[in-house]
């Protein structure tokens, strides 16, 4: 007659861990799609998700071109004599005298201009630093806009559209 210890695992306590296990592996096998489903996929957060943009490697006079949205959207750093001389412009001298035309620009971040980078008369994408008043230029039709995305000549009815944004920090927005 043999004595076992009860410190002695037993063929009993193999089968309880390794059952255990194949329980814990199955249900973690089984949660890990269903949890993942519910996160949106990439067309629902390119559709409306907010987006960052870091502003800090944007050298003055510089125009960049990110998207939000599924459109694109022109950061462009403005210098103060081209600030200052872009506001000095009368309203009666702009196709589009939008009222508020002082606040195309950010009061306490005014070297950013933010514009979404689509013509206003047929959707074409402006071509930036280009044209008479060295803004942005459609080639397709001759529309031509200034540094402050205010249409000045050709087809188009209005100024580039300005999207939803916000200064999170001195170098960094969040667009929408």
Not at 44 to 73: H, Y
Not at 152 to 176: E, M, V
């Amino acid at each position: 007659m043999t004595t076992m210890s009860a410190a002695e695992p037993t063929r009993r306590d193999f089968l309880f861990v390794a059952t255990a296990t194949v329980g814990a592996v199955g249900a973690v096998t089984t949660l890990a799609p269903l949890i993942g489903q519910m996160n949106p996929d990439a067309s629902t957060i390119a559709a409306g998700a907010p987006i960052q943009v870091d502003l800090s490697p944007i050298a003055e006079g510089q125009v960049i071109k990110v998207f939000w949205r599924g459109k694109p959207i022109f950061i462009s750093h403005l210098s103060q004599a081209v600030l200052k001389e872009q506001l000095a412009v009368p309203l009666g001298d702009l196709k589009d005298q939008e009222p508020e035309d002082q606040k195309r620009v950010d009061p306490m971040h005014q070297q950013w201009l933010v514009v979404i980078g689509i013509c206003t008369h047929l959707g074409c994408i402006p071509l930036p630093n280009q044209g008479i008043y060295h803004g942005w230029f459609c080639p397709c039709h001759g529309s031509q806009y200034d540094q402050l995305g205010r249409i000045r000549q050709g087809p188009a009815p209005a100024n580039l559209y300005l999207p939803p944004y916000a200064f999170l920090t001195d170098s960094k927005i969040q667009i929408g």
